[in-house]
T-cell receptor
Framework: EPEVTQTPSHQVTQMGQEVILRCVPISNHLYFYWYRQILGQKVEFLVSFYNNEISEKSEIFDDQFSVERPDGSNFTLKIRSTKLEDSAMYFC?????????????FGSGTRLTVV | SQKIEQNSEALNIQEGKTATLTCNYTNYSPAYLQWYRQDPGRGPVFLLLIRENEKEKRKERLKVTFDTTLKQSLFHITASQPADSATYLCALDIDTGRRALTFGSGTRLQVQP
């Protein structure tokens, strides 16, 4: 069964450093997303991406965050200057263009720890 | 303010019984609602989607209902098994074009053998 692949599975970074989280969405999906989950809290929407541009973003997704599809397979989330409160599990997801009855396919996540 | 609430943080049932999980929302008019399963340290896994004009959806032992008047969705697992133990999340979106799911906090289901 096709899956969304995320790397690395765990990243530790110092406060103020830049991090790039990587994702390979399902190949025939056209919508891509980033969500995050702080430990013990809800899954929160960050950004959706379609046709090489951001289609929707939340208040969390401020100027410190950016997304990119650098080639035909990868989808990245960059945090420019990490803060302690950015520590969370970051999930990439993708979905089919029509939505249908298939929901979103999530990756296993990258656990980001900012120290 | 907009809220999504899922009943009880935890639900314990005996194997073989039906588990019923509730998702209530306020100040939303969702275009559709989705249910996911999440195991510890893993990403959500999609289970079922139900649209605003649908009353009920089934998939194997799973059933979801959607009542837009009550602003509630019920998620049922029949003939529950210990392997069904997980956290179940409801998520909604107000617009099929917007594609920005809002998740509830989840209900942790424990099925006792």
């Amino acid at each position: 069964e096709p899956e969304v692949t995320q790397t690395p599975s765990h990243q530790v970074t110092q406060m103020g450093q830049e991090v790039i989280l990587r994702c390979v969405p399902i190949s025939n999906h056209l919508y891509f997303y980033w969500y995050r989950q702080i430990l013990g809290q809800k899954v929160e929407f960050l950004v959706s991406f379609y046709n090489n541009e951001i289609s929707e973003k939340s208040e969390i997704f401020d100027d410190q965050f950016s997304v990119e599809r650098p080639d035909g397979s990868n989808f990245t989330l960059k945090i420019r200057s990490t803060k302690l409160e950015d520590s969370a599990m970051y999930f990439c997801a993708s979905s089919e263009p029509s939505g249908g009855n298939y929901g979103y396919t999530f990756g296993s996540g990258t656990r980001l720890t900012v120290v | 303010s907009q809220k999504i609430e899922q009943n009880s943080e935890a639900l314990n049932i005996q194997e073989g019984k039906t588990a019923t999980l509730t998702c209530n929302y306020t100040n939303y008019s969702p275009a559709y609602l989705q249910w996911y399963r999440q195991d510890p340290g893993r990403g959500p896994v999609f289970l079922l989607l139900i649209r605003e004009n649908e009353k009920e959806k089934r998939k194997e032992r799973l059933k979801v209902t959607f009542d837009t008047t009550l602003k509630q969705s019920l998620f049922h697992i029949t003939a529950s098994q210990p392997a069904d133990s997980a956290t179940y999340l409801c998520a909604l979106d107000i617009d099929t074009g917007r594609r920005a799911l809002t998740f509830g906090s989840g209900t942790r289901l424990q099925v006792q053998p």
